[in-house]
């Protein structure tokens, strides 16, 4: 079975240009996070869909940062325009149920990551 | 605001030696700790706890929950170069659907 996936695993661009994150989660799972690791800090939490629809998008850091899930499948992140504090690992997490659910086994499902770097 | 605290932030010990990582946590309706081992890219799930005082185990390693003090460790014992990865600590809210993560904890182990 394939894993959580993620694309790029790397992406370089400059200050203000636009770049855009995808997942693909574990096929079945309706509940997809995004997360962001940012060089020498904790992995933050920036916003949970439950199939296409945002059910919490607390962490979403501004308006640059907009992100979908269209059909419920893939997930994109765009980042618009980019900013040297932007920079860091996106990672993506699964799960089939919701993680404050009864009964789940907190089994979330990362993807390996997509590390940003704005110059 | 809800916060976790891992220590130590990095550890370098000798094959065969018993690690205990730290994680307290503050979080507000507390639900669960959960325990993830990233070693190149993508955190796996190790153990999620949710009661006091029952420890969980898988192999070598093990892990406990202190809902009193607000703490969970992580224990690795007999550990090999395999156990080198950052551990990561999470803990979850009935509130909402998030994990609130600490930095982690960086272990290497030589052999």
């Known amino acids: 079975e394939a894993g959580v996936t993620q694309f790029p695993s790397h992406s370089v661009i400059e200050k203000g240009q636009t770049v855009t994150l995808r997942c693909d989660p574990i096929s079945g799972h309706d509940n997809l996070y995004w997360y962001r690791r940012v060089m020498g800090k904790e992995i933050k939490f920036l916003l949970h869909f439950v199939k296409e629809s945002k059910q919490d998008e607390s962490g979403m850091p501004n308006n640059r940062f907009l992100a979908e899930r269209t059909g419920g499948t893939y997930s994109t992140l765009k980042v618009q325009p980019a900013e040297l504090e932007d920079s860091g690992v996106y990672f993506c997490?699964?799960?089939?149920?919701?993680?404050?659910?009864?009964?789940?086994?907190?089994?979330?499902?990362f993807g390996e990551g997509s590390r940003l770097t704005v110059l | 605001e809800d916060k976790v605290v891992q220590s130590p932030l990095s550890l370098v010990v000798h094959e065969g030696d018993t690690v205990t990582l730290n994680c307290s946590y503050e979080?507000?309706?507390?639900?669960?700790l959960l325990w993830y081992k990233q070693e190149k890219k993508a955190p796996t799930f190790l153990f999620m706890l949710?009661?006091?005082?029952i420890e969980k185990k898988s192999g070598r390693l093990s892990s406990i929950l202190d809902k009193k003090e607000l703490f969970s460790i992580l224990n690795i014992t007999a550990t090999q170069t395999g156990d080198s990865a950052v551990y990561l600590c999470?803990?979850?809210?009935?509130?909402?659907?998030?994990?609130?993560f600490g930095t982690g904890t960086r272990l290497q182990v030589f052999p």
């Open positions: 997490a699964s799960s089939q149920g919701p993680l404050a659910g009864g009964g789940n086994t907190g089994e979330l499902f």
């Open positions: 979080v507000t309706n507390f639900r669960s």
């Open positions: 949710t009661s006091s005082g």
């Open positions: 999470g803990a979850e809210s009935y509130n909402t659907d998030k994990l609130i």
